[in-house]
């Protein structure tokens, strides 16, 4: 499992970059992951975050990753998949790889997953978020992967590499990587069928019959993630520290919620961050 | 791992373990899958923490697979508690500490 870092902060964007700067320059262990382009890449334009002004949102972000990088922090590439707590401290599964940490800082900001019907319903019964957790149980069987990361052809190939059929629905071109054995649809997935495992999906146009379908969307549900995570809405509930109702486990940036603005998540970024490392620093002295 | 959890050798081993044993905690895992890695340590701990009340068992499902799939294990982890030989209740994924204290209290009371 390796050695135990200080701070995994999930996301890197204004907030995961702010906290790590901040955990770095207390001299914290720190893991960084990302696994997409943040929503302040898209902006045309911001004028409001103070000392900054008249850019685009890719030019701050440039900016900010220019900063974290010269500061010694490495945006390493990974989505998460489970986190869990132990009490004194967390196991965080990044793409089936284990790395333990003293504290947590989600800073994934907010993603639009919106469930499809039969899918919680199914999940753990043939829906799954992660090939490479459960890849093996479908060896020799049919599973469909839904492309909805910038990833999603890789796991498609680990899943064809190990035996499993691979149909890969997705709304792009056909990905040049993706393996020739892959059975490719362009198109979307509306439903999920089955009683009580997986039997089918239903593109709208057609009923494709399946024993798995992988779900890999760019990032999980913060409840999904974590379980026990107290939400207000669709937003992860903090305390002014930044802390949620699982000691240890922050969260920063537009995922805590309103408003979605840049300074915003830059300042949660840093007070979750120093308060992190004020309690390992408390800890350990 | 801790010393009272029951490796699971064979379908009989099994059978008779459910058999004789009122409450029983089953951890289906397997050698590739990261998260029964990371629920080991909690399955140690809830070994430890109800050791006078309940057996704790773990199976391989790559060398079990008969018991794999008379349960329908379509993901691991996959936790089950068994009473009085039937299957009482059942955890899927990674669950911290508290979640298989409750599905056990809830059923030993």
Known sequence: MGEIVDIIIIGAGPAGLSAAVNALVRGKRVRIFSNRDNNLSKAERVDNHLGFYHMTGKELMDKFKEHAEAMGVKIED????????????????????????????????????KELPG????LGNGVSYCSTCDGMLYRGKDAVVWDQSHDAWEEANFLQSIGVN??????KP?????SDNVKYIKGRIEEIIGENTVEAVNTG???????????????????????????????????????TNIPGLYAAGDITGKPLQLSKAVSEGLIAAQHAALQIDKKES | MAENIKIINSTQEFDDMIKENRYVLVDFWAAWCAPCRMVAPVIDKVADQYKEKIIVAKVNIDEQ???????????????IFFKEGRLASKEI?????????RMIDSNIA
Not at chain 1, 174 to 178: G, M, P, Q
Not at chain 1, 208 to 217: E, G, H, N, P, Q
């Open chain 1, 166 to 171: 691979v149909t890969f629905i997705s709304n």
């Open chain 2, 93 to 101: 994924g990674v669950k911290p500490l508290s979640s298989f204290a």
């Open chain 1, 174 to 178: 056909r990905h040049e990587n993706l």
């Open chain 1, 119 to 122: 899918e919680g319903r199914l």
């Open chain 1, 205 to 243: 146009e057609e009923i494709i019959k399946t024993d798995a379908v992988f779900m890999l969307r760019d990032a999980v549900a913060p409840d999904t993630l974590i379980e026990g995570l107290e939400l207000d809405g669709s937003f992860i509930s903090v305390n002014k520290y930044m802390e």
């Open chain 2, 65 to 79: 697979q008969e018991l794999a799939i008379r349960y329908g294990i379509q993901t691991i982890p996959t936790i």
């Open chain 1, 78 to 113: 990974g989505k998460a998949v489970n986190i869990l707590p132990l009490g004194d401290s967390f196991m965080v599964n990044v793409n089936g790889q284990i790395i333990e940490s003293k504290k947590v800082i989600l800073a994934m900001g907010i993603s639009k997953v």
